[in-house]
């Protein structure tokens, strides 16, 4: 009797221990939705996603490694971009512009608090604006930034941003996610030089950043105190996966429900998954333009007929057809007809060898006897084009185009960077080519002619060489100060075609957006702009 009774409390005590492993083996790291802990519980709206690089310390005020799409999560505008360009309220409800365009009036929400629980009023905004002109010539890229004089604290919810000059697209600057937005007190650091470090990431928008482990994963919960509409779901875990190989087979398992973002997988990997009926797709409109671009800085560089004889020299076609699988489209300029003040159609360079080679024989770089790389006054026809090791269609393009090229005599050495090596040496014009993709909306067509002009980005540097550069700054310069349309349009086709004509940017593609995303996600859409987050309106079913 005490051997049957022993028996069945080990029996027992084994079925406990099989229930207890089943239940710990059935669980997923930080899978979404979340498993309750408890039978009629209301499940943690959640999901997972990856990005390939750390988030950095989400600082609104400052550049990489702080990622955009996190920034945006965090932090807010005074005003939206909306569809079609429009302007929206957000954090200021209206404003008012001076009739010589040099002040701006904005009249913010009364009910808005900074996750921290403090008020976000106009003496915030005067803070976070000063900070920004600590640092002028770094964010002068965007005209705004380099053009404003100061703020003034009208009134507890009123301030008033004053120009040194008119420049018409101030509204459209301060829609963009960086560095026009807005960080509690509390972040501040001690001399309030926000560009070099933040005390800790506290916006007034629907995302805090709850936890961060660097180079693994930051975890963000909903606010609960978001003055606005709040999002259905609870938590984003963004885990870092390098590896874009390793994310889609992390997607496949079941661990992310969202892929997203640029280059965040192969074209190739998002076909096949796009084909795959257990999962959902989208895809967006063109949103930029992948290019090339050319540092005439270089003497080679300097000559007209090299740049036209590269650009001539390559089939874009089959290029963006072979790498893209036709996701991205063949560019045949800068920017589109879909941005404001694009309203003409270039003539497109043609794929066309023996012109190629004309120009380069005009150039006076002939091909050794024995053959190989062209030569001029003992020196060889050959450039380093930089790529970022981590963008793998930039790698791919680089080299088809360096054998297209080679054909023709040209030598084209690959190096691939780290993106902060890249970004730098680019910055400091210490390149020959670049991979490079315009802003698109809000920022473009006014940022990338500004970049063309100031000095700091590396596109002014590349055009430093040019024929007729005091002339096209200067065209710049009257075109964003204008406050008359119809000349605004005369002077963006006379600007826009003389970019087309240099060939110191050679577009590639027009890029496009895609989402993978598992099928228990629905209103997964994309964002207005560009660099925005897309969890705001994301459900789980």
Known sequence: MQKNKVFRAMLGLLFVFMLVTVAACSGKEQTAPSVTANQGEEKTKEITVSWMRDLGPSNPHAYYPSQLFSQSMIYEPLVKYGEGGEIKPHLATRWEISSDGKEYIFYLRDDVKYSDGTSFNAASVKRNMDAILQNQTTHSWLGTAKLLDHVEAVDEYVVKLVMKESYYPVLQDLTTVRPFRFLADAGFPEGDNTLESIQAPIGTGPWILDEYKQDEYSVFVRNPDYWGEQPELEKVTVRIIPDAETRVLAFEKGDLDLIFGEGSISLDEFTRLQKNENYESDLSGPLGTRSLILNTQNEKLADRRVRLALHHGFDKASLIKGITSDVEQPAAQVLSTDYPYVSKTFTAYDYDVNKAIAYLDEAGWTVPSTGGIREKNGEKLSFELMFDTTDRIQKAMGEAIQAEWAALGVELRLTGLELTEQTKRFREGDYDLNFWFNSGVPYDPHTLINAVAE???????????????????????????????????????????????????????????????????????????????????????
């Open 455 to 541: 000095k700091s980005f590396g596109v002014a540097e590349a055009h430093t060489n040019i024929a007729g550069k005091e002339q096209l700054d200067q065209q710049i310069k009257q075109v964003l100060a204008s406050v008359n349309v119809e000349e605004r349009q005369q002077l963006y086709d006379q600007i826009l075609q003389k970019i087309q004509d240099e060939s110191v940017i050679i577009p590639l593609s027009y890029i496009r957006q895609y989402n993978v995303y598992q099928k228990n996600l629905s209103n997964v859409s994309f964002p207005e702009s560009r660099w925005d987050h897309p969890f705001n309106t994301i459900k789980v079913k």
